[in-house]
């Protein structure tokens, strides 16, 4: 009983950190640095937790960041869920395999690697741009 004790703690601060934050995670804000230095601006070129309604039309996914002209979703998968909830990479390969049917590009970047490998991140994020940019 006392490790649920001492998840919902963990996850309660961690809530309260996202709130504080206007609704960022640490890597969020990093990889938003991130695009804003390949060039792009923020609500011009991407968007932050844009709502797309779902597949059953019952409610809405909320995409971490999304850029409309390239039709490209970018997740960032934390470790808090991946580790912690059972099912979500589950989910996660729904939801990707429902966007790409809409014709929408997927990436999924490890927050970790945000943190560890932001060149690695940017030179990833630089191709992938490019490269649809080139095919619009």
Known sequence: MKQ??????????????????GKWTNQELKLKETLEEIGLTYKRDFLHNYKLQNQDQTG????????????????????IWHEYFNGVSEKDQKRDKWLK?????VLRIPSEKIDKKPHEVKDTLEKMIRGLVKHS
């Open 101 to 105: 049917k809409l014709g929408f590009h």
């Open 4 to 21: 649920r004790r001492n998840f919902k703690e963990f996850a309660s601060r961690i809530a309260s950190e996202y709130q504080k934050r």
């Open 60 to 79: 809405y996914y909320s995409l971490d960041f999304f850029l409309p002209c390239m039709k490209l979703v970018i997740e960032v998968d934390g470790s």
